[in-house]
């Protein structure tokens, strides 16, 4: 802390690590409640919703005729990064999410206050 004036001014490395703090708190608080009102993978799953090998293959198969390989990855990649959003696996991107942000709010707070 610094004293200017004869007050007691926060110094913003303290700042930073309450709000990294604050940041850990509330992304854990967030993504356990998540996890706990948001219904298992299989809940409401009927076999009417399922999709059927054959036509992930076709599927596949018609990309990969339209843009080659890159497409068929493409595809799949957005698939994975789409279920990121959705049900418990919500829960582990808020963890990551708000994990990351108040890792770099602590790694700022330790550098000296020229660079910050």
């Known amino acids: 802390m610094e004293e200017r004036d004869g007050r ?3 110094s913003s490395a303290v700042l930073l690590r309450r709000l990294g703090g604050a940041l850990l708190l509330v992304g854990l608080l967030a993504a356990v409640l998540v ?56 829960a582990g991107t808020l963890i990551v999410l708000f994990g990351g942000a108040a890792w770099i709010c602590f790694w700022i707070s330790t550098l000296p206050p020229e660079e910050r």
Do not use: I, Q
């Open 8 to 10: 007691t001014v926060r």
């Open 35 to 90: 996890f706990l009102m948001v219904p298992g993978e299989d809940a409401g799953v009927s076999g009417d919703n399922m999709v059927s090998p054959e036509s992930v293959k076709r599927y596949n198969y018609d990309l990969e005729r339209l843009g080659g390989k890159s497409l068929v990855w493409v595809a799949e990649f957005n698939d994975w990064l789409g279920s990121l959003w959705h049900g418990r696996k919500l």
